[in-house]
């Protein structure tokens, strides 16, 4: 079942990160992508997403993939972190019968792309068995087709950055299966049948396995095919699956520590202070081309970039509001400053507001747009000022319908 097309209208590429490629991982994908310009063929990579758990340990009745982070579901955060890896084809989610219906409103919704449902197994094993038979297997009309090399994630793990799926997907092309791992944070012991200390593991010697792991696609399709049922009803790891059905050795890769995983409830809170934090990275002063506004706007972005160092201060004319705009939406900026000079009409306010509903940038993420009025108090009453900007209340009331949120500040002051 494939939904979300490629094409058509959709949010603004690829949304806020943490970090891009580094040098080295940069060229990595440059190579990556650019064998099929060298006579060729560039591997074909596809994902999957197994999303069929009941979330018990985090002890809420909604399933945790599909528990809300800034109103919006968490496994959309990881599907957004996959499909704006642009040389992964496909991503196949497998998602529970009862909740497939859920998993097409948010495919829809979020207007995610390359993604096709299939329903889950009992198992995380049996849901990426079945994930893994929808690529391989010529089924009437899909769009599906069999990948050299398959990445395999979790549905609560958002933070995944394509460094790390670059870097599993390149070495499991190499060796047939590759890992993410971190070091241990605590002591790994064994306890005995009567619950005493039999030993402990010294933890310099192991690694924690997280995800992504990558592999060659036969490598893995051939493991679960001989895979007994007591591995797929209570395994865990698929990189051991590789190496005893297959004896694929996986080359482990040292993860990052974005990769940890939504399993309590706190970590619901964890998350949204990760992305808010993302989405605040940036604050973007837009003015018309006047000279006074200009001049105005000037002074209000040396300002802000002194008090806020932390902060990356940028600035752009609405006269060009469409080009500046989409340059600015790439750039994952979520916060406006619009300077208004000598008008209580908001009038480039509401040219900010149509180009930022035009581009699809608050399906994601929340957008703060903060609406700045200078007024000189000597040419018109404050009353009659106040009244007119009262207006924007309502029309904030109208944006945040759309994922919005519209502030006003008056700066009522003498032009000298």
């Known amino acids: ?15 806020p990160r943490l970090r891009g490629l580094r040098g080295d991982d940069r060229a990595a994908s440059a190579a990556w992508l650019s064998e099929a310009s060298a006579g060729r063929r560039a591997p074909s990579v596809a994902a999957v ?9 985090m002890g809420v009745p909604t399933p945790k993939q599909f528990c809300p982070v800034l109103e919006r579901p968490l496994i959309s955060y990881t599907l957004q972190a996959l499909e704006r890896v642009c040389w992964i084809k496909d991503i196949v989610v497998a998602v529970t019968g009862e909740n497939m219906e859920v998993m097409k ?32 297997e010529d089924q009437p009309n899909s769009k599906l087709c069999r990948p050299e090399v398959v990445i395999i994630h979790d549905a609560v ?21 590759a890992g993410a791992i971190r070091p241990l944070v605590s002591t790994v012991i064994s306890p005995s049948a009567d619950g005493c200390l039999d030993h402990s593991l010294e933890r310099a010697s192991h690694r924690a396995s997280e ?17 007994s049922d007591y591995d797929l009803e209570f395994g865990t790891e698929c990189l051991q699956l590789a190496l005893k059905y297959c004896h694929t050795k996986a080359k482990l890769v040292e993860g990052s520590p974005d990769l940890w995983k939504v399993t309590y409830k706190r970590d619901l809170y964890a998350a949204e202070s990760i992305i808010k934090e993302r989405i605040s990275q940036q604050i973007c002063i837009l003015m018309d081309a006047k000279e006074d ?18 902060v ?29 000079v000598m008008t209580s009409d908001f009038e480039e306010t509401r040219k900010l507001l149509n180009a930022l509903e035009e581009s699809n940038l608050s399906i ?13 108090y000597k040419l018109v009453p404050f009353g009659q000022k106040m009244e007119h900007l009262m207006q924007i209340k309502e029309f904030a009331k109208e944006v945040k319908k759309r994922n919005i949120l519209l502030c006003g500040l008056l700066i009522y002051y003498p032009q000298e």
């Open 157 to 177: 793990r958002p933070f995944v950055e394509e460094d790390v799926l670059l870097k599993v997907a390149i070495a499991a092309k190499e060796h047939g299966a």
């Open 211 to 227: 995800m992504p792991q990558a592999f060659l696609f036969d490598v893995i399709y051939e493991a679960y095919q001989q895979c």
């Open 1 to 15: 079942m494939e939904l979300g097309p490629p094409g058509g209208a959709g949010p603004a590429e690829p949304g």
């Open 293 to 310: 506004e200009e001049h105005v706007g000037r002074c209000l972005e040396e300002m802000l970039k002194k008090e806020l160092n932390h």
């Open 105 to 136: 409103g948010i495919v829809q919704r979020y207007q995610h792309k390359r993604i096709s449902l299939v329903e889950a197994g009992v198992t995380r094993h049996r849901s990426i068995f079945n994930g893994l038979k929808a690529l391989a």
């Open 364 to 376: 994601l993420y929340p957008v703060v747009v903060i609406s700045v009025h200078f007024l000189d």
């Open 49 to 57: 997403l197994p999303a069929g758990g009941s979330g018990e340990r």
């Open 312 to 340: 990356k201060v940028t600035s752009g004319a609405l006269c060009h509001a469409g080009r500046d705009l989409q340059q600015i939406i790439l750039e994952q900026c979520y916060n406006f400053v619009c300077v208004n």
